[in-house]
């Protein structure tokens, strides 16, 4: 199997027509097909139900259209890694984040690092839990950084890195200000301004109905700082992480009866290897002492964020290996 062979196929795929994906891939038609004809000979079986009007893929094309595609893919990702690499310009770091993390705890830390080493250029991606694992698994991604795994999946590893309180956010003046914390049914009768990209949202209003009420819903978004601007501009108050609290024109206060918190962790690829930079900057992350005894760099099968009034972090099973990042 040779890599032009896949090459047309998948343009094949994308057009559904032998004349475009040969145009597309800047060779014969008769080239293209007879490229195709030997990769259906190498795998065993039609991959292109040809018509006249209604070109279509069988099921064995069907079957292997995402992996070939995926091999293109990591083809295209080796030659780009390799071309910077020769050209000497910055190694490239990529870290993901969950939409909920705030940067209070985070954002220094790479930026000193950035610093110190200005050979590393740091890019973050922004994207929900699910889509996270796929880019880490894609190569798209050299670690992220998570709130609450249900499930810890054994092709990832997880460090612990800090937990942080869930506060109620509210304008200054209001009268939650005054107070050193606010217990969750004092809520009850306040305007709420609803995070939709919060990771905690269902059990927070699970906790409400628990506690006898349901919250007054006036706002919905997934932008946080669409949230916090209208906290402070007095239409209702918010729940979120207390680092991601950013807006000094409202107040944060830590939520109790029960107490909250969740816990986040660094993860990676189980065995993949790093450049050095990159290595670098992730045993940074790991090693950096986030200033309370919950948050030791310690190698988790898991991380569970739990909501009671005493949190547990996860135990951890396995050691982090050499292969991890170096």
């Known amino acids: ?49 040809r018509e006249r009007r209604l070109t279509h893929l069988t099921e064995l094309g069907e079957l292997v259209r995402p992996m070939l595609k995926d091999v293109l893919s990591q083809t295209e990702r080796t030659k780009t890694a390799a071309e910077w690499h020769l050209s000497g310009k910055k ?5 993901g984040i969950m939409p909920s993390i705030g940067p209070v705890r985070l954002a220094p830390l790479v930026g000193q690092f950035g610093a110190k080493h200005h050979s590393v250029q740091s890019t973050l991606v922004e994207a929900p839990l699910p889509h996270l694992n796929n880019l880490l698994l894609g190569g798209d991604l050299d670690a992220a950084v998570v709130a609450y ?12 890195l800090y937990r942080e309180r869930i506060v109620v956010v509210a304008p200054k003046g209001h009268r939650f200000e005054q107070r050193e914390v606010v217990r969750l049914r004092d809520l009850q009768n306040e305007s709420f301004l609803f995070r939709t990209n919060c990771d905690m949202g269902d ?7 628990k506690q006898g009420f349901e919250p007054r819903i006036v706002y919905r978004s997934a932008r946080e700082d669409w949230v916090q601007t209208m906290v402070a501009s007095r239409l209702g108050i918010t729940v979120m992480p207390e680092f991601t609290h950013t807006d000094v024109a409202t107040a944060a206060r830590p939520i109790v009866d029960p ?7 660094l993860v990676t690829v189980a065995g993949r290897r790093y ?45 982090p290996t050499s292969a991890d990042v170096s």
Not at 203 to 209: D, P, Q, Y
Request: proline share 3%.
């Open 1 to 49: 199997m040779e890599l032009h062979q896949i090459r047309y196929f998948v343009a094949l795929c994308e057009t559904l027509n032998f004349a475009r994906a040969a145009e597309r891939c800047n060779v014969s038609q008769p080239s293209l097909t007879r490229a195709v004809q030997k990769l259906e000979q190498e795998l065993g079986g039609s991959l292109i139900h």
């Open 91 to 95: 190694a490239v770091f990529r870290l």
């Open 149 to 160: 795994v249900a499930r810890p999946d054994k092709r990832f590893r997880y460090w612990r």
């Open 203 to 209: 059990f927070l209003l699970e906790s409400c109905r």
């Open 259 to 265: 107490d909250l918190f969740r816990e986040l962790s």
């Open 275 to 319: 450049e050095r930079a990159v290595a670098s900057l992730l045993r940074a992350i790991r090693a950096h002492s986030w200033h309370d005894d919950s948050t030791q760099p310690n190698s988790l099968q898991g991380s569970m964020m739990r909501f009671s009034k005493t949190i547990r972090p996860g135990a951890g099973s396995n050691a």
